[in-house]
DNA sequence: CACGTTACGGTTGAT
DNA sequence: AGATCAACCGTAACG
């Protein structure tokens, strides 16, 4: 995957089949709306499947977030170190328990929660080949991959569980990135941290600062990784000499830009150096490239020092449930009133009407 | 026509 | 080291 060739959608914009748009895209989309601008216009101005803007739209009006979800991976192992022990403990004190009687056992003592609750089948497997040998504990299992690090990050990252309706306030999802979760932790709905919020990336956080984003020479892990940002309480766990080692490899690997919030113009601009190398490139129009942003020229350079406007900031901030409950049909064509906003947003032209 | 949903072909990263 | 798996992606098409 060296070279990353972008397609061209039916709409003239262009993408990276498997790859989530650049933030600064999904930026947009949640702006636009933000500006009551309808799902299908937004649509067709950033060129941009309307599935996807509504798939965008829809998570962010859920989670507060514009950010993809985290890419590949694996679940996290709900056999954790601490499960297995329980496990242990259990078939020590009641040689002839049965499976599902520990299964239940570990809901009751709150080891696990019915979200990360091994199956049986699980816990027969674990009873079989760690268990078994009662004289032979799982103690490499546990040293191998670090539990504090690993699973409960993981829980913390991918918890399947929707437990609680997300609040629709601006406040939602207050799990704290940082604070150590506990493995019968269920609490957060998947995967994004209160940090993810709109606000917190086009705030100060993540976008202006290269340090929350990665390591001190504001290299930015990718874009799926930005949970992982936050979510990993032990930051620079494998930083290398101060480099985040997959920020330093996304930047080989895959340029995109990564949407890096620290390079936010450039990301926008698509040059084709940043972005998969082919944004802004054929279709040109997607944006304007180069005038994405001359309300925050201070941006314009990656990785330098990021000063984003505060009226844009402000903007951005402030953009979620404006106006969104109640009204959600704005003027079908543009007004010209909309269009104005929106040619002030970023400064991006804007085709007045789509093709 | 607008938009929610989903099959599809794709990427990614942990195991 | 490479394969597998399961997560996610955006598009396209359907309803």
New binding site residues.
């Given amino acids: 995957?060296e070279q990353?060739y972008g397609e061209v959608?039916?709409?003239g914009?262009v993408?990276?089949?498997?790859?989530?748009?650049p933030n600064a895209i999904?930026i947009r989309i949640v702006e636009l709306a933000q500006l009551g601008i309808?799902?299908?216009d937004i649509s067709r101005q950033l060129r941009?499947?309307?599935?996807?803007v509504?798939?965008?739209?829809?998570r962010y009006n859920e989670t507060g977030s514009i950010l993809?979800?985290?890419?590949?991976?694996?679940?996290p192992?709900v056999t954790t170190p601490n499960v297995v022990k329980n496990i242990r403990d259990y078939k020590q004190n009641d040689p002839g328990i049965f499976a599902w009687e520990i299964r239940d056992r570990l809901l009751a003592d709150g080891v696990c929660d019915k979200y990360n609750v091994p199956s049986v089948s699980s816990i027969s497997r674990i009873l079989r080949n760690k268990i078994g040998n009662l004289s032979q504990p799982t103690q490499h299992e546990s040293s191998k991959?670090s539990p504090t690090q690993?699973a409960l990050s993981?829980n913390h990252m991918?918890s399947y569980s929707y437990p609680s309706p997300l609040s629709p306030t601006g406040t939602k999802m207050s799990s704290t990135p940082g604070l150590p979760v506990t493995p019968g932790h269920v609490g957060i709905s998947?995967?994004w941290p209160s940090v993810h919020t709109v606000s917190n990336i086009l705030g100060i956080r993540a976008f202006m600062d290269p340090a929350a984003i990665a390591g001190t020479d504001g290299y930015p892990p990718?874009m799926?990784?930005w949970a992982s940002v936050n979510r990993t309480p032990f930051p620079s766990a494998h930083c290398v000499n101060g480099l985040d080692k997959?920020a330093i490899d996304?930047d080989i690997?895959?340029p995109q830009a990564s949407a890096n919030l620290s390079s936010y113009v450039p990301a926008c601009a698509y040059s084709a150096s940043n972005q998969y190398g082919v944004y802004g490139g054929p279709t040109g129009s997607y944006v304007a490239p180069g005038h994405w942003q001359p309300q925050s020229t201070s941006l314009s350079h990656a990785g330098s020092e990021m000063t984003v406007h505060g009226g844009d900031l402000h903007c951005a901030m402030t953009f979620k449930h404006p106006s969104r409950d109640g009204d959600r049909k704005p003027p079908?064509p543009l007004s010209k009133q909309h269009h104005e906003a929106l040619n002030s947003v970023h400064g991006i032209t804007l085709p007045t009407s789509a093709s």
Avoid at 15 to 21: D, M, S, Y
Avoid at 48 to 52: A, I, N, R, T
Avoid at 68 to 75: N, Y
Wanted: aromatic residues 8%.
């Fill in positions: 995957m990353t959608n039916q709409l914009g993408f990276v089949n498997g790859r989530p748009l999904r309808r799902p299908c941009v499947s309307h599935g996807c509504s798939k965008i739209l829809a993809p979800g985290a890419i590949g991976g694996s679940k192992r991959h690993h993981y991918y998947r995967a990718k799926e990784d997959s996304t690997k895959y079908s």
